[in-house]
């Protein structure tokens, strides 16, 4: 028998329309968060925006989707209220999202905040006014407070919510990301090539700084005949895609392509230079875990959740600000370091020990039992 049944509220894990997959850290996180859930032995039921259509988030665990595209200071309200309406029949909520906990939240729930996501410049465009940053704060500050708990996956927005409202102090967990260390780990013996292969396992997004580092390839394949550059992600659609494959075709030695998150070990274990380099918007990266795992030499921004994982120069290099010219100067350290490299892997790997799938799931399974008892 079932302990209980758990609604959990997102805008999107398949894209709007049903039909085009989204591989991002937070739909990953969202199936391992319903595996967690469904071996705790909770139904589970998931909803987002959409045009009426059902599918799955794993087998057996219902997607709905709900036709709202309602969105205001990066809120929902019509579909945070379609979702108290139509999962009236569930115990526990989950807010997948913290905003989408406004402006009602169901009495056992529980808000996840995945980063800082304002920490970019045309976030003024959104709120460009006092009053609007007023409204936005104070959608925020209900969002956060209606839930029993509020989980962020970095130490950045803790520091912030606490700094903005210490009464709220009492309502957060930090419960960082997660790898899986028994598909991500070092291979027995790294390849002995004379190549020096450079990936960048990201979306296509001006925010994950895709400009930079297209600039900075182009120079620095230029200056050094042994480098590859492996660009490995999605775009937000076709056309971006097949420009970026455009890209490639033009520069030798640098490859696009995208694989399914279950071959991306093999991919991180074929490079020397794994980068990371978001300018805004990020949480403790998935991707940037992975990499670690495998041992590789990290290049990662310096914001967010990233600095949770990474401490420059000890087990990588942290890039403040990121631009051109900071990604050409630790990327050359790396090419032309081989023993630097190796040291920054070793280390990282073993900084992500701490950040396995079982300790993760610990960290969850308390804030549960004690939420949703």
């Known amino acids: ?24 850290g937070a739909e990953r996180y969202g199936i391992e968060f319903t ?15 959409g045009s009426g259509w059902t599918q799955e988030v794993i087998p057996g665990v219902p997607l709905h989707s709900v036709p709202l595209r309602e969105a205001a200071y990066q809120t929902c309200p019509s579909l945070n209220r379609a979702f108290f309406e139509q999962a ?15 402006p009602q939240a169901f009495e056992r729930s529980i808000a ?22 007023a409204e936005w704060r ?42 899986n260390l028994e598909e991500f780990h070092p291979p027995d013996a790294d390849a002995g090539r004379a190549s020096v292969r450079v990936l960048l396992p990201r979306r296509l997004t001006a925010v994950r700084g895709i400009n930079e580092t297209l600039t900075a390839m182009e120079r620095l394949l230029a200056a050094y005949p042994q480098l590859e550059f492996h660009l490995v992600g999605r775009g937000h659609s076709d056309h971006q895609e097949r420009d ?17 998150p279950h071959l991306m070990p093999h991919v991180y274990r074929n490079m020397d230079i794994v980068l990371i380099p978001s300018k805004a918007a990020e949480g403790t990266s998935l991707s940037c875990l992975e990499a670690m795992a495998v041992g590789r030499a990290v290049v990662a921004g310096c914001t967010g959740g990233l600095t949770d994982l990474i401490l420059d120069g000890y087990n990588g290099l942290l890039l ?11 990327i050359e350290a790396l090419v032309t370091g081989p023993d630097l490299r190796r040291e920054l892997g070793e280390r990282a790997e073993a900084t992500a020990r701490a950040f396995g799938l079982d300790q993760w799931k610990e960290r969850w399974r308390r804030v549960i039992e004690r939420v949703f008892r």
């Not at 028998?1 to 991002?24: C, F, N, P, Q, S």
């Not at 970026?244 to 399914?260: F, V």
């Open 88 to 102: 009236d029949r569930i115990d526990h909520a989950v807010y997948f999202s913290t905003l989408l906990a406004y």
């Open 244 to 260: 970026m494959l455009r890209w490639a075709h033009e520069h030798p030695r640098a490859y696009y392509y995208w694989r399914p």
């Open 112 to 133: 996840i905040s995945h980063g800082v996501y304002w920490d970019y410049p045309t976030w003024e465009t959104i709120v460009p006014t006092e009053r609007h940053r």
């Open 1 to 24: 028998m079932a302990k209980g049944r758990v609604g959990v509220l997102t805008t999107y894990h398949v894209h709007e329309d049903g039909k085009r997959v989204i591989y991002g």
């Open 138 to 179: 104070a959608r925020w500050y209900a969002a956060l407070n209606k839930p029993q708990k509020v989980v962020s996956c970095d130490t950045a927005t803790i520091r912030f919510i606490t700094a903005t409202w210490p009464g709220l102090a009492e309502k957060l967990e930090y419960v960082p990301n997660f790898v």
């Open 35 to 49: 595996r967690m859930l469904v071996e705790m032995e909770y139904d589970v039921t998931w909803w987002q925006i």
């Open 320 to 330: 403040r600000p990121v631009t051109v010219r900071t990604l050409v100067e630790a």
